[in-house]
T-cell receptor
Framework: AQKVTQAQTEISVVEKEDVTLDCVYE???????LFWYKQPPSGELVFLIRRNSFDEQNEISGRYSWNFQKSTSSFNFTITASQVVDSAVYFC????????????FGTGTRLQVFP | EADIYQTPRYLVIGTGKKITLECSQT?????MYWYQQDPGMELHLIHY???????EKGDLSSESTVSRIRTEHFPLTLESARPSHTSQYLC??????????FGPGTRLTVL
């Protein structure tokens, strides 16, 4: 069975701190895709990144970076120098293949960044 | 930025009422989805559509129904709302093999 675990329910940091959100997944498939979405207080989910199982290169986008490690089935997300606008719920998700319509979401991590 | 719209954003209604949650996208996406998000934040797929006249049930059983008469429109209907239907409903769309884009959601409260 496929499963995504986000063990951190809520994280609070002070502005400018670095913070890492953990994501551990379970799948028996050799081909799969991982995603991160951000849900700000306004409610919509904002797509952040997509990663396929054959690409273990880490990715950096501005203050955001992602560390994908198949050996530990983890796809962690780090925000460097956090800002108040980063406050949101962050979801990690897994899909069996790129053509499937079923995104399996983790339970989300609520990040609060205080000034 | 995705162009996907949901109305109403908030709805409070009494038990037994029939309601329709609207979802529209102007991106020409073929695939559309409805997710239910419970208070614990977890999201569950309840319906999806591959295109016009195509609808499928998702992983979470739902008493709601959907229709897809036009590409851009994917409404969700509850014939008789109950307090157990209180939740946030998120609509999403996708073009081919690209990622899903989400609407702002409808927060439904049934009294």
């Amino acid at each position: 069975a496929q499963k995504v675990t986000q063990a951190q329910t809520e994280i609070s940091v002070v502005e400018k701190e670095d913070v890492t959100l953990d994501c551990v997944y379970e799948t028996r498939d050799t081909t799969y895709y991982l995603f991160w979405y951000k849900q700000p207080p306004s409610g919509e989910l904002v797509f952040l990144i997509r990663r396929n199982s054959f690409d273990e290169q880490n990715e950096i986008s501005g203050r955001y970076s992602w560390n994908f490690q198949k050996s530990t089935s983890s796809f962690n997300f780090t925000i460097t120098a956090s800002q108040v606008v980063d406050s949101a719920v962050y979801f990690c998700a897994l899909t069996k293949s790129y053509n499937t319509d079923k995104l399996i979401f983790g339970t989300g991590t609520r990040l609060q960044v205080f000034p | 930025e995705a162009d996907i719209y949901q109305t109403p954003r908030y709805l409070v209604i009494g038990t037994g009422k029939k309601i329709t949650l609207e979802c529209s996208q102007t991106m020409g996406h073929d695939k559309m989805y409805w997710y239910q998000q419970d208070p614990g934040m977890e999201l569950h797929l309840i319906h999806y559509s591959y295109g016009v006249n195509s609808t499928e049930k998702g992983d979470l059983s739902s008493e709601s129904t959907v229709s897809r008469i036009r590409t851009e429109h994917f409404p969700l209907t509850l014939e008789s709302a109950r307090p157990s239907h209180t939740s946030q409903y998120l609509c999403a769309s996708r073009l081919g093999l690209n990622e899903q884009f989400f609407g702002p959601g409808t927060r439904l409260t049934v009294l």
